[in-house]
């Protein structure tokens, strides 16, 4: 038995492109937002999510100024961090979740490992790029940070996936970033994780040197 499929890494991604675009809407944005929204189809191919994607004003422009001077990127799971694209950047992303003082903190208080990871962001905030894939809570634990007076990241990535928090939780960040003076790219429902969010930073990543589909 033989089986008969595309081998070559380039003409895949390129052919794969080619279908995102003709199957996805793309209408109203902008060069940057497109090859978000098409990142984000590709990584979990269904065109519909498209639909889903929001974006404050300035969060692309922002988003890519922070790259290009290699500004923290915070992720809240391992697995966002290792899909981040590592030979796009200077700095590794960072992620606190397995910190050893991590388990503590959140017992002192009964909150998820997710929240309390958060304290040890305090130092790396301002200015940084957040990437958040997989918890509702850190994501929730976030605003009320920045609302608390907590320094602002350039942008937050905020597409935790789940049946609890997560809709409500990128929902909050679409609602409030105005008033919380921050810039954010959300993918709204119960959809998201660690592929997407990552997929998002990564096609800001290409868009900076030069990679555009």
């Known amino acids: 038995m033989t089986f008969n499929f595309e081998a070559d890494p380039k003409r895949i991604e390129q052919n794969s492109f080619i279908q995102i675009r003709e199957l996805t809407p793309l209408e109203g944005l902008n060069a940057a ?5 098409m990142r984000i189809v590709h990584s979990v191919g269904l065109p519909e999510v498209a639909a889903q994607v929001r974006f404050s004003e300035n969060a692309c422009d922002k988003a890519r100024a922070a790259l290009k001077a290699n500004k923290p990127i915070l992720c809240d799971a391992e697995m966002v961090k290792q899909g981040i694209t590592k030979r796009m ?10 910190d050893a003082r991590v388990p503590d903190l959140a017992k002192a208080v009964g909150e ?6 958060l304290q040890l962001w305090a130092d790396h905030l301002e200015g940084s790029v957040v990437i958040i894939g997989n918890a509702p809570t850190a994501l929730f634990r976030l605003l009320e940070m920045i609302k608390q007076g907590a ?8 597409m935790p996936v789940g049946f609890v928090g997560a809709a409500e939780s990128k929902q909050a960040l679409w609602e409030s970033h105005k008033n919380l003076g921050i810039e954010c790219i959300t993918l709204l429902g119960r959809q998201g994780g660690s592929a997407v969010s990552a997929a998002t930073c990564n096609a800001l990543l290409r868009c900076n040197h030069g990679e555009w589909y």
């Open 112 to 117: 998820t490992r997710s929240m309390a990871a």
């Open 151 to 158: 320094a602002k990241p350039a942008v937050i990535i905020g």
């Open 89 to 98: 950047i200077k700095n590794l992303p960072r992620c606190f979740l397995n």
């Open 33 to 37: 937002q497109q090859q978000v929204v």
